[in-house]
């Protein structure tokens, strides 16, 4: 972990450093890592009772979800992916796929739910008596305190102003838990982080 306090004029600065800290891994080290990670939140009470699974597809060397997503939809789970818009407000929501294998290169060359995938809708899946949710959530830094540090677009920021009660969940390899992140008024706390190392309740 490693320690430093966080301000405004920071963030640059910190993104800078975490994303070439990032990009500097080794396949072999982001996969085990990863698969450490996976391990955990496959292991939480919140799985089990989780009918919807948000979740990302992994872009470089970011916390490679999959192995979760492709364990929820064989036990049945719904598994929602983001697409996001160019937009002036960066827009961001989530399709549902039933194979990982729906996905094609979208904005920032992030793959991406394909066309014909339907729109998830947490109002209505919430009407319908649905299970809690739980998002898996990719960043570049965090803290103790669940603040988190994405690449600047806010798109998570403001899918989560429209839905604060989903279960934020950050997922990061340790050297991207920091001691103190500047936060702004529109930044959304996670609930947990989990690492390779440990879990945060936040």
């Not at 982001?30 to 292991?43: D, G, P, V």
């Not at 060397?61 to 983001?82: F, H, I, T, Y």
């Not at 008024?185 to 982080?193: A, G, P, S, Y």
């Amino acid at each position: 972990m490693e320690k430093r306090n966080g301000s405004p004029e920071e963030k640059e600065e910190i993104r800078r450093r975490h994303l070439r800290l990032r990009g500097e891994m080794t396949e072999r080290e982001t996969a085990e890592k990863s698969r450490i990670i996976c391990h955990k939140l496959l292991s939480e009470s919140w799985y089990e009772t989780a009918e919807v699974i948000f979740g990302y597809y992994p872009l470089g060397n970011e916390v490679d979800c999959r192995r979760v997503l492709m364990q929820a939809l064989s036990d049945g789970k719904r598994v929602v992916l983001p697409r996001t818009m160019l937009t002036p407000g960066c827009a961001m929501d989530f399709y549902e796929v039933t194979s990982l294998k729906q996905v094609e290169e979208g904005n920032f060359h992030v793959m991406e739910p394909i066309a014909s995938c339907p729109l998830f809708s947490p109002e209505e899946n919430q009407a319908a008596g649905c299970g809690r949710a739980a998002v898996l959530v990719p960043g570049v830094a965090f803290d103790h305190s669940g603040n988190r540090l994405g690449y600047g677009k806010g798109y998570y920021d403001r899918y989560f102003a429209r839905y604060p009660a989903l279960l934020r969940l950050g997922l990061a390899y340790e050297h991207q838990i920091i001691e103190r992140l500047a936060a702004s008024e529109t930044d959304v706390k996670m609930n947990l982080i989990y690492s390779e190392v440990a879990k945060w309740n936040c």
